[in-house]
Each structure stands twice: as C-alpha cells, then as structure tokens.
C-alpha cells in the first residue's frame, strides 16, 4: 500500500468479488506470472488526515492492508483504465443490469 507518488501511471481497476464490485487504484496493473490472472502492485488509497473518513474506503485498506501484489482471476475484471489521477476506493452492490458474471461453479450441497 503507498500514498500517491507523481510521475507515475495511475490506474483504476473494477473487478467483481463475492457479489460486489470492488474499484481500486494502482500503480502498476500487468498480465500476470499465474494463467488467466491480471497482477495488481502498489495500491493506492488515500491517506488524508481529515476528520471525515470514508467507511468503504477504510474496509478495503483493511482487507488489503500488507497486500504487496494482488492477481485477480481475469474473468472478475470488468474494466482497467489508466487515469490521470487517484480516486477514492470503494465497494458497490453488483449491478446485474450492467455487469453479467462469468458463471462460477456452485457447490454441490447433496455432498457432505
């Protein structure tokens, strides 16, 4: 996790994870070592020190909190941009009028 450095690509990534759609900000986004997986390095999250704080924001620094490197299953990813500066993160309900999942296999609950 690092705070925001100039002279570097920024880059927003919106992926879909456990029926959420997830937007981060990064560094550095590139195919990554694993088959099918896209390499997330060098998250970005804001590190204002106002008196608001925003809760969606600080539930993904917690959940990414000593992450160096994330691979995220191509299939998830809805949309990677290179934009000119950081946003905030957050977390938002999964849409199903705009975003289809690739279907996931489910459990087979008859097994115990």
Not at 38 to 63: I, N, Q, Y
Not at 66 to 85: A, F, M, Y
Not at 103 to 110: G, S, V
């Amino acid at each position: 996790m690092r705070i925001f450095v100039e002279n570097k690509p920024v880059f927003r990534v919106v992926f879909i994870n456990n029926g959420k759609t997830y937007e981060v900000y990064a560094n550095s986004v590139h195919q990554g070592h694993l088959y099918g997986f896209v390499e997330v390095e060098e998250l970005l999250f804001d590190e204002r020190s106002g008196l608001v704080v925003d809760p969606a924001e600080e539930k993904l620094k917690a959940e990414f909190e000593g992450v160096s490197r994330t691979n995220i299953p191509l299939h998830s990813v809805i949309r990677i941009d290179e934009v000119e500066k950081q946003g905030t993160a957050k977390i938002s309900e999964l849409k199903g009028d705009v975003v289809t999942a690739f279907p996931l296999p489910r459990p087979d609950k008859t097994k115990g």
